[in-house]
């Protein structure tokens, strides 16, 4: 049972680029939750998707776009890379319900470095 | 406002030895859910432990049990006979009832086993 895979593993960028993320959820899960990771901190909620459509969105400026394929694997975008969006930006998969055990599984994370 | 706390940056324990982990949390919503993650150094977060606010039994998974105190609104993770592969980051995190799906993350407590 494959578990949530993410590409690439590590990623270096400089001022202003753009990246793209990729993440690939866990069997049978079909919504995907993306985090932001800074050195030091606790994730922090992007957003996420389901049936293809951002459902609820943490509090990121309009710089981190996403996208959800029908296979449920999701992509996340960051235009105009600042300095500070450096960090492990992990994903996180989980089967959509309303039960608040469902359980998110995490990938192992892209790290970012903006320089 | 939603919030999850660990006070304790660092934590040192001995093989075969417990050792508890500190979170407590701020909501004002009845129906939650608790959570608690491990993220070595590798990055990725795996997924230990639920506690619902309406259960009425402290969870338990193998070495793993949560005690949990509702009215001090606390959570705190018990390891019951550590061994060197705990040592790790391990994060507490929230999910509020509702229309929301979205993780609560404390800054996490660093876990040294040593021998």
Redesign the interface.
């Known amino acids: 049972d494959a578990g949530v895979t993410q590409s690439p593993t590590h990623l270096i960028k400089t001022r202003g680029q753009q990246v793209t993320l990729r993440c690939s959820p866990k069997s049978g899960h079909d919504?995907v939750?993306w985090?932001q990771q800074a050195l030091?901190?606790?994730?922090?909620?992007i957003f996420?998707y389901y049936e293809e459509e951002e459902?609820?969105r943490?509090n990121f400026p309009d710089r981190f776009s996403g996208h959800q394929f029908p296979n449920y694997s999701s992509e996340l975008n960051v235009n105009a890379l600042l300095l500070g969006d450096s960090a492990?930006y992990?994903c996180?998969s989980?089967l959509r319900g309303r039960s608040?055990?469902?359980?998110?599984?995490?990938?192992?994370?892209t790290?970012l470095l903006v320089l | 406002a939603q919030k999850i706390t660990q006070t304790q940056p660092g934590m040192f324990v001995q093989e075969k030895e417990a050792v508890t982990l500190d979170c407590t949390y701020d909501t004002s919503d009845p129906s939650y859910g608790l959570f608690w993650y491990k993220q070595p150094s590798s990055g990725e977060m795996i997924f230990l432990i639920y506690q619902g606010s309406y259960d009425q039994q402290n969870a338990t998974e193998g070495r793993y049990s949560l005690n949990f105190q509702k009215a001090r609104k606390s959570a705190n993770l018990v390891i019951s006979a550590s061994q060197l592969g705990d040592s790790a980051m391990y994060f507490c995190a929230m999910r509020e009832g509702g229309n929301t799906d979205k993780l609560i993350f404390g800054t996490g407590t660093r876990l040294q086993v040593f021998p």
């Open positions: 919504t939750s985090y030091g901190q606790g994730p922090q909620f996420q459902r609820q943490g492990l992990l996180a989980s608040l055990q469902e359980t998110q599984y995490f990938g192992p994370g790290r």
